[in-house]
C-alpha cells in the first residue's frame, strides 16, 4: 500500500490539518483523527504531509527499527542544537549509542537502589506538608506539589544536591527550569523555527533563562571535579549521575565533553521531572473517583510496610504490587507521552504501507485505549486487570507509555520507585477526596500531558497508627 492509498480525515484547504492541534491539546486532534478515519492516516501540517499511526503493533515496528531506520523528528536537532545542549534524548546514530550506553550504566538497579534512602526522606517531606493542608481542611494543589516533590528527587539524584523545593523557595534553577521546559516543548511543536527570524519576549527570557542553568549546572560540574580528585574512589562507585557522567569512559578511553556532560545533565531534569510528577498526579486523581482502589492501596500499604509511614527498603519497595498496578493502569489512560514524531530515514515499510526515506510520522501514543477490545471495559480505571493471572506483562502489552525498542525511557525504574514511594504513603497516611466532578480535570498538553484543574482534598487516616520511631529508622 502507498500513502496516498491512505484515508485523510477532514481539513481546511491551504492550511490543512494544523489549526486542529491547539495548543495544549494537540494529541486530542491526533486522537480524533484516527476515531474518524481508522489508525492509518494521513494528514498536512503546515504543508507538510505526515503519516498517523494509532495501530499499536505498527507503532512497535517503528520504535524498533531505532536509530537506524527512524529517528526523532529533526525539530530536536534544531530546538536542542540553538540551546547547545547535547542530550541522548536529541542524540542520533553513534552519538546516541555512546549516550546511551552510559545511560543506561548511570541507572543501573545497584546506582537506584541507592537512590531509595533520599526518595524516602523526600516522600517524608510530601507528607508533612500535605499532613499539614489536611489538618487546616485545604485542599492541595496536586500538581504543584508533585511538581516540587520530583525536582527534589531528580536535583539530589543528578547533583547530589538537596534542592529542598517542597519546604522553602529553591535557591537552585527551577523558576528558569520552568521556562525551558515550555519553551522547549513550544519550539518542538512550532511548524518552522520563528526564533531564528524575530525574537519574541519569551524567546529572550528563555535566552536569560539558559545562562543561569548553564551557569548553575557548570558549578555543579566543577564541584564535582573537585569532589572526584579528593576522593578517587567516586571513581568506581559514583554517588549520582554527574559524577557517573563525568568519570564515565568510552571504549577508546575518551571522557565525555562539557557539553556532553551539561546537556545529560540537564537532560536528567527535563525528562525525569514532569512526567513522574504527571503521572504520579493522575493515579492521584483516579484513585479520588476509585474508593475500593484506595481501600485496597491502605491495606497494600499497611501490610507491607506495618506501622511506617511509606515504603523505604528496596524489599519493601519491590512488594508492592498494587501500587504498581494502579501506575500501569493510570499510565493506560493517561499516557503523559501521548505522541511522538518520527522520519524515516530509509525507505522501509510498516505492515503493508511503503514509508519512502524522509516520510515524517506521528504516533498517537494512546492509540484508543478507552475503546480497546483488547480490555474487558477498556474505559474503566481497573488496576486489578494487570493482576489477574492471565495478564499480559505490562511492557509486553499494547500500552507504551515508556515507548519501546532501544530508546526506552532508560529513567522507567526511577520512576517507578518514586510512585512506589508516594503511593505507599498516600496509602498508610491519607484518604483522597474530590473537590470536582471527574470531567472538571482536563488534559493539557505541553512537552508532557498534565491534569489541569487538578484540586484533592486529603484526610489523615484516623487508623493510620504510626509507628513512633524515628522516621529514619522505618524501614
Ligand atoms: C513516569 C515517568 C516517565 C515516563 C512516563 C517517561 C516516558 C518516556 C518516554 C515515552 C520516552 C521516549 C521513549 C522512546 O522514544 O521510545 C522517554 C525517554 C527518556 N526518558 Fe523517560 N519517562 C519517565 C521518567 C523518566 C525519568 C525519571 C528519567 C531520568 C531521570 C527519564 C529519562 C529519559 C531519557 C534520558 C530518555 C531518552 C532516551 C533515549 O532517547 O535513548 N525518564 N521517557
Given amino acids: 500500500m502507498r500513502i496516498a492509498d491512505l484515508p485523510r480525515p477532514r481539513a481546511l484547504p491551504v492550511v490543512g490539518h494544523l489549526l486542529q492541534m491547539r495548543r495544549q491539546a494537540a494529541h486530542l486532534a491526533v486522537e480524533a483523527w484516527s476515531r474518524e478515519v481508522g489508525p492509518l492516516f494521513r494528514v498536512s501540517l503546515g504543508g507538510r504531509p505526515f503519516v498517523g499511526v494509532a495501530d499499536p503493533d505498527l507503532i512497535r515496528q517503528v520504535l524498533n527499527q531505532r536509530p537506524d531506520t527512524f529517528r526523532r523528528s529533526s525539530n530536536f536537532d534544531i530546538v536542542f542544537g540553538d540551546l547547545d545542549v547535547e542530550s541522548v534524548f536529541a542524540a542520533e546514530g553513534s552519538q546516541w549509542r555512546r549516550l546511551r550506553r552510559l545511560w543506561l550504566r548511570a541507572l543501573n538497579s545497584h546506582q537506584i537502589a541507592g537512590f531509595a534512602q533520599g526518595v524516602g526522606d523526600i516522600t517524608e517531606r510530601l507528607r508533612a506538608r500535605w ?23 531528580t536535583t539530589l539524584m543528578t547533583f547530589g544536591f538537596d534542592g529542598n523545593t517542597l519546604q522553602q523557595r529553591g535557591a537552585v534553577i527551577q523558576d528558569d527550569m520552568h521556562h525551558v521546559f515550555p519553551m522547549i516543548s513550544r519550539r518542538l511543536t512550532a511548524p518552522f523555527p520563528y526564533w531564528h527570524y ?21 558549578a555543579r560540574i566543577a564541584e564535582a571535579r573537585e569532589r572526584i580528585d579528593a576522593h578517587p574512589e567516586l571513581q568506581d562507585k559514583p554517588s549520582n549521575l554527574l559524577e557517573a557522567f563525568l568519570v564515565a569512559r568510552d571504549e577508546d578511553g575518551s571522557l565525555l565533553s562539557d557539553a556532553e556532560i551539561r546537556g545529560n545533565t540537564l537532560t536528567a531534569l527535563l525528562a525525569g521531572e514532569d512526567t513522574t510528577a504527571n503521572t504520579l498526579a493522575w493515579s492521584l486523581h483516579l484513585l479520588s473517583h476509585n474508593p475500593a482502589a484506595q481501600e485496597r492501596l491502605q491495606a497494600e500499604a499497611d501490610a507491607v510496610v506495618g506501622r511506617a509511614r511509606c515504603a523505604r527498603s528496596m524489599a519493601q519497595l519491590a512488594t508492592l504490587p498494587w501500587c504498581d498496578a494502579v501506575m500501569a493502569e493510570s499510565l493506560r489512560l493517561k499516557p503523559v507521552a501521548p505522541m511522538f514524531f518520527k522520519t524515516a530515514l530509509k525507505d522501509t515499510r510498516i505492515g503493508d504501507l511503503d514509508i519512502p526515506r524522509g516520510t515524517h510520522l506521528i504516533l498517537d501514543m494512546r492509540h484508543g ?95 493510620a497508627g504510626y509507628s513512633t520511631r524515628a522516621i529514619g529508622a522505618d524501614s
Fill in 131 to 153: 499532613q499539614a493542608a489536611a489538618n487546616r481542611d485545604e485542599a492541595v494543589d496536586i500538581q504543584g506539589d508533585l511538581t516540587r516533590y520530583t525536582v527534589d528527587v
Fill in 198 to 218: 524575530i525574537r519574541l519576549p519569551r524567546d529572550r527570557q528563555l535566552d536569560r533563562a539558559m545562562v543561569t542553568v548553564t551557569r548553575f549546572v557548570d
Fill in 369 to 463: 485505549a478507552d475503546q480497546d477490545a483488547r480490555y474487558d471495559q477498556p474505559a474503566q480505571f481497573d488496576p486489578a486487570r494487570w493482576l489477574a493471572d492471565d495478564a499480559p506483562r505490562f511492557e509486553a502489552a499494547s500500552p507504551m507509555p515508556f515507548g519501546a525498542g532501544p530508546r526506552i525511557c532508560p529513567g522507567r525504574n526511577l520512576a517507578q520507585l518514586e510512585v512506589r514511594s508516594v503511593l505507599s504513603m498516600i496509602g498508610r497516611s491519607f484518604e483522597l477526596h474530590t473537590v470536582a466532578p471527574e470531567d472538571s480535570v482536563t488534559e493539557r498538553f505541553g512537552f508532557t500531558m498534565a491534569p489541569a484543574g487538578l484540586r484533592l482534598k486529603l484526610t489523615a487516616r484516623a487508623q
